[in-house]
Structure formats: structure tokens, C-alpha cells
């Protein structure tokens, strides 16, 4: 028995523009009868969140190939933007990818290249904090892993926001969708500056 929201899968089915903004009147014309109450209330976020375990009318849009984006700044306007998934992933990559080629050529430590690769090997990029501090021991020739918890939330997470932190638990915000090319692409990444930093630091030492 087909979902009560399938009309709406239809038409988003039918766009061919990457992102699509949709009024709620637009989206009560689509389905034919009026959106609960939930979906523009104080509930409104969670009800238009893109999680298929908590809400069934999630499928809508995410088998149409589109996530809901941004939803706490379009919901006052009552409408709903949707990107398409592949986009989403795209666009997470590529801002990934500018921050390590940009960012880890500075680096003194290699805290945040341990980070993103220890987070892109792990099950949906996510990884709890001692694993990725006890990855930054190892790497780091047993000097410890500092201020490598401060480094991480200031420049992964609050000013270049590709990290999320959740307590202990430390995820990439990457898409699952993002291809194994892409994935291996910023391993290879985060290896060759992990490598660079080996190199530089048995240099030293033998100088020393």
C-alpha cells in the first residue's frame, strides 16, 4: 500500500534542479489534504528531520534522492528546501578535501590529519574520542596527544564545522552516500601529511 506521501515523492521525482524550495501551501496542493500541525510547530525540526526510524513520511523525500536542508531557517517562512543527496555528499567532500589540502601544510602536530583519518576509517565516520587520542599517541613517536581535544573542537568543529561533537563521540560530516573514491581520495590525503610529519620528525632526531 503506497504512503500517503507519495504524491509528493512523485513530484520531487519530476525536478531536475538540484535544490528545490516548496511553500506549504505547494506541498498541501501535492498531497491533496493539509500537513499535520507537527510539521510547522515547535516540532517542526524533528518532524522534517531526515530520519526514517522516528517518522515514516521521511520516505517521501528521501526516496525522491533528496534530504531536507537547513529546515530551521526556511521553516518561518513555511517552506521546506530539499537538496538532492548526491549534491549534499558532493559538497561535503569537496569542503573537506579544501581544508586538508589548505590547513595541514600548517600543522605543527598532526592532530587533526590523525582525526579525520581515524574518523574516515570508521563505521558512518564516527568514532569515540579515546580511539582517535589514542591513535594521535601512537603517531605521534609517544609524546602524548596534548592539547589534541582543544585543537580538534576549535578547528574541526567551531571554525571549520566538518567535525561534530556530541559529548565523547566525534563524527565527520560526511555523507554515507560519499563514494569509496572520494573516501580513499582523503585517506590518501591525510596519509601522505601523516608521512611528511614521520619523515620530519626522525629528521630531527637523527639531528639531534
Known amino acids: 500500500m503506497a504512503s500517503k506521501y507519495q504524491p509528493l ?3 520531487l521525482l519530476k525536478q531536475n534542479g ?30 522534517w528531520a531526515n530520519d526514517t526510524k522516528s517518522h515514516s513520511q521521511t ?29 549534499e555528499s558532493n559538497s561535503e567532500f569537496e569542503k573537506i578535501k579544501r581544508v586538508c589540502m589548505e590547513e595541514f601544510p600548517k600543522s605543527v602536530r598532526n592532530y587533526r590529519e590523525v582525526t579525520i583519518k581515524t574518523l574516515l576509517e570508521s563505521p558512518d565516520f564516527t568514532a569515540e574520542r579515546a580511539t582517535i587520542l589514542e591513535n594521535i599517541d601512537k603517531l605521534n613517536f609517544g609524546r602524548g596527544h ?3 581535544p582543544e ?9 571549520f564545522n566538518i567535525v561534530e561533537i556530541n559529548g565523547s563521540t566525534y563524527s565527520l560530516l560526511l555523507s554515507p552516500n560519499t563514494s569509496s573514491e572520494q573516501v580513499n581520495e582523503l585517506l590518501k590525503i591525510c596519509g601522505q601529511t601523516i608521512a611528511k610529519y614521520h619523515i620530519k620528525k626522525m629528521t630531527e632526531q637523527d639531528v639531534e
Not at 18 to 38: A, H, R
Not at 66 to 86: A, D, H, P, Q
Open 59 to 87: 520516505n517521501a523525500w528521501l526516496n525522491a534522492g533528496y534530504k531536507t536542508k537547513n529546515v530551521s531557517n526556511t521553516i518561518g517562512n513555511r517552506e521546506i528546501n530539499f537538496v538532492k543527496e548526491l549534491e
Open 151 to 159: 585543537m580538534i573542537r576549535e578547528y574541526l568543529d567551531i571554525k
Open 146 to 148: 596534548g592539547t589534541a
Open 18 to 47: 538540484e535544490s528545490v524550495t516548496i511553500s506549504f501551501d505547494k506541498i498541501n496542493s501535492i498531497l491533496g489534504f493539509d500537513l499535520p500541525p507537527s510539521a510547522s510547530d515547535t516540532n517542526a525540526i524533528t518532524w
Open 9 to 11: 515523492t512523485d513530484f
